[in-house]
């Protein structure tokens, strides 16, 4: 256990609690795993050892003395840099952000995993205000994916994918406006979650765009992920949008059958602009959970379009101040796309959000007949670093702006996601979207979990170079 940096979280804890390995010994693999293999990742860009030896320390003080260690008990994890770290300045990927005053606290998610028992040793890279879905930082350069690091993670959690595909860490936090779990999830071969908009507090982070901003983990399994989720899932009275609602655990129901769920295939849309691999991987997950229905989203392209309208308005109504301080120290590609947003007149906003209010009734229509549908994560897998270009439909697009086509449209009214990793033969890995109605986090791992033990969603191990 000590030396396997592929353990996964729910067998750490396993072995800390049964006192096979103590959580110091936990750590301190972790921490030389992170030595070795981050010059090459890119993933951190904090590495808190003082601070996780102390805590693996308590961890093992507590076992000691005949306290419960909690359900995360020992398990090193790490968080996308716009996570309030305390002694740490919240980045958020920025040049600017790096100035500000330490932290004081850490973000609720980051004190509640803590609480369960887990040990944080640093913050990720990410993509600059997480207006990014590369992965690429032109402060901290560019998060590089295991599996070729030639390769974009994808963003903007691109330090959290990269981390845990890459053994670092077992588990990582990002954050999802418009798929930015999901993407680096797709790119990297990892299960993401992004919960029901609401869900999760999102207390302590940095915003981007306030009603759509996300967060949730990313990890090599479906119980390491259910283990995350059930740790931070409750309400929170310090976020105005954290709902007060029940938490339901989803660990319990990971072994259930999907027998009598209502799962569908998104097709049109979902469709036309799919390179053939990310095709044969809905297709794979689709015979596995025998889904042969198909149906199609509303007016996804609309969605698409008019998240982008509320994504640039808000995004620039947030950086105002800073925009017209200190523009040189953008990244320029989030510089400008800021400015545009600004300039956006506030008659298309308001038409944007009125059919987000339509559309948000038709999703809820389409989830009185269905319990999950299947859809492509990504266009594509991994595209290589500092690509621009690339074949969507036929033609040759830009980059940037179209690896999420097939995540804002869901965000966007803030349905709970799972993705899964395909591994395809003689292909990179690749994800697939599982989209639930929203505050059904639970069936969406469920069937996650019956997918990872068919053998069709697996988190493929890149051969790492120490």
Not at 203 to 208: E, I, K, L, W, Y
Request: proline share 8%; hydrophobic share 45%.
């Amino acid at each position: 256990m000590r030396s396997d940096p592929w353990a996964s979280a729910a067998a750490i804890a396993r072995a800390v609690a049964a006192g096979r390995v103590s959580a110091g010994d936990v750590v301190e693999a972790a921490l030389a795993t992170i030595a070795r293999r981050n010059p090459a990742l890119n993933a951190f860009t904090d590495v808190t050892a003082a601070r996780a030896r102390g805590r693996a320390g308590a961890v093992d003080a507590a076992l000691m003395a005949g306290v419960a260690p909690g359900p995360l008990a020992g398990v090193p994890f790490a968080v996308k840099n716009l996570f309030d770290v305390a002694g740490l300045p919240t980045r958020a990927g920025s040049r600017i952000n790096r100035e500000r005053p330490p932290a004081t606290a850490d973000a609720t998610l980051v004190a509640r995993l803590e609480a369960a028992g887990a040990i944080l040793v640093g913050a990720l890279n990410m993509g600059e205000y997480a207006y990014d879905f590369t992965g690429e930082n032109v402060h901290d350069g560019a998060s590089r994916n295991p599996h070729d690091l030639a390769r974009m993670t994808g963003g903007s959690s691109g330090g959290s994918g990269g981390a845990v595909a890459g053994g670092l860490v077992p588990l990582a936090l990002g954050s999802d406006t418009n798929g930015s779990i999901r993407v680096p999830a797709s790119f990297c071969g990892l299960f993401g979650l992004k919960p029901t908009y609401g869900r999760l507090s999102r207390v302590g982070s940095f915003p981007f765009v306030a009603s759509l901003d996300h967060l949730g983990p990313l990890a090599r399994t479906t119980e390491d992920l259910a283990l995350a989720y059930d740790a931070m899932a409750g309400t929170d009275p310090a976020d105005p949008v954290c709902q007060d609602r029940p938490a339901v655990p989803a660990l319990p129901g990971l072994g259930q059958s999907v027998e009598g769920l209502r799962i569908a295939v998104a097709g049109g849309y979902f469709r036309r602009g799919a390179a053939p691999e990310a095709l044969a991987a809905v297709r794979a997950c689709a015979e596995a959970l025998g889904a042969y229905d198909e149906v199609e989203l509303p007016e996804a392209a609309r969605a698409r379009a008019a998240a982008y309208v509320i994504t640039a308005s808000e995004g620039a109504a947030l950086h105002l101040d800073r925009l017209r301080a200190r523009p040189q120290d953008f990244d320029p590609a989030v510089r400008d796309r800021l400015i545009a947003g600004a300039l956006i007149p506030a008659a298309l906003v308001t038409r944007a959000q009125k059919f987000r209010r339509w559309y948000a009734e038709r999703i809820a229509d389409l989830f009185g007949r269905i319990d999950v549908l299947l859809a492509p994560a990504t266009p594509c897998t991994a595209p290589l670093i500092g690509q621009q270009t690339f074949v969507l439909d036929g033609q040759d697009v830009p980059l940037r702006p179209n690896i999420g086509i097939f995540t804002q449209p869901i965000s966007f009214v803030g349905l709970p996601v799972v993705t899964v990793p395909v591994a395809l033969p003689g292909s990179l890995p690749i994800g697939v979207q599982l989209i639930a109605a929203p505050w059904q986090e639970t069936v969406a791992l469920r069937v996650a979990a019956a997918l990872e033990r068919a053998g069709v969603a697996r988190a493929p191990r890149p051969n790492m170079e120490d």
